[in-house]
């Protein structure tokens, strides 16, 4: 492959990995405060669509992205409810979350807009545009580092930026402050939290608000900056990857980064190369499609090793009397 080639792969990678680091984040933050979430899909679908309805009824994106936000919260409130205040059963809540953003999302959609679950397409003002670098034109005739700087790094929306920004700023809240302490404390022994005076339940439902706010950024930045509108199921199973790359990441940011890097690549690598042949037979292109995730179940099966998640995860913490 040539030089061209292989950097718009890395550019694919970048803004294919963009949603998956967000929902990736979101929920390290909920599962690190012991909040175990399956429904990251769900939030992400739901996200795009109100976004992508609100940016198209507004023409301004960033009205989309609030109420995209907006609605993402929303769920993660639902799901908050169930599994802290009620302590139901965590993993069933996020299932429960993921089937009603798929019903709910195409049920509005077709009522609001009529053209079979989808929003119409966005243009102008109701999408996020490209951003360029500084400098990026005037770089342009330098040798590889021209075309890197001006069309690696350059020319992307402002929501992959912040995705990748997000990673040491999440780092920074978890390891360097005190509510990053906390939170991280809350997951692993929520009884010397509570002995300490520190609520809990204030705890885990922060971490869950903050686990919807980036899931709706990832889901924001599918309708509105990856493609240009909503359309059914259009989440296609990225919440699920992003609990795959939390696992492969063991709960920590910057391998989160990477896990998503990589995710995107397989993504990417999929997209570009559709059709390929091995030993003289051509792999079908449904092949090269299924290949992100084929991978991702090959690599977690045989290449994460013992993941050991936040002790207290997935347990209903039950105040002492």
């Known amino acids: 492959m040539d030089l061209n080639t292989v950097l718009l ?53 960033w009205l989309g992205l609030m109420a995209g936000c907006a609605a993402s919260m929303v769920l993660s409130a639902i799901h908050g409810l169930a599994s802290i205040t009620f302590r139901g059963n965590q993993l069933i809540s996020g299932v429960a979350i993921n089937f009603l953003a798929t019903g709910l999302t195409v049920l509005i959609a077709q009522d609001w807009f009529a053209q079979g679950g989808r929003t119409p397409q966005l243009e102008g003002g109701a999408r996020f545009q490209p951003i360029t670098l500084p400098f990026a034109e005037a770089l342009s005739g330098v040798p590889v580092l021209g075309p890197v700087y001006g069309d690696l790094l350059s020319g992307h929306t402002i929501l992959v930026y912040l995705g990748f920004l997000a990673v040491p700023a999440t780092w920074y809240v978890l390891f ?19 002995t300490a005076g520190v609520s809990v339940t204030g705890l885990r439902y922060a971490a869950v608000m903050i686990c919807g706010l980036l899931c709706g950024f990832a889901g924001s930045y599918l309708s509105t900056g990856l493609a240009a509108g909503f359309v059914k199921d259009m989440s296609a199973g990225r919440g699920f990857i992003a609990l795959a790359a939390l696992i492969f990441a063991k709960w920590r940011p910057w391998s989160a980064l990477g896990a998503c890097l990589l995710f995107g690549l397989l993504d990417a690598l999929g997209n570009r190369f559709q059709s390929i042949e091995i030993a003289g037979i051509a792999l079908p292109v449904q092949f090269m499609q299924a290949l992100p995730y084929i991978l991702t179940v090959v690599i977690l099966a045989g290449f994460v090793g013992k993941a050991i998640p936040p002790r207290a995860g997935g347990t209903p913490y039950v105040k002492e009397r």
Do not use: H
Not at 176 to 194: I, M, Q, S, Y
């Open 9 to 61: 792969i890395l550019d694919s990678t970048l803004r294919l990995a963009t949603p998956l680091l967000f929902a990736c984040l979101a929920g390290l933050f909920s599962e690190r405060a012991g909040v175990f979430d399956i429904g990251l899909e769900g939030k992400m679908l739901i996200a795009a669509f109100f976004s992508a309805a609100a940016a198209a009824l507004t023409g301004n994106v």
């Open 176 to 194: 360097r402050t005190r509510f990053g302490l906390r939170l991280r404390a809350v997951g692993e022994n929520p009884g010397a939290v509570d």
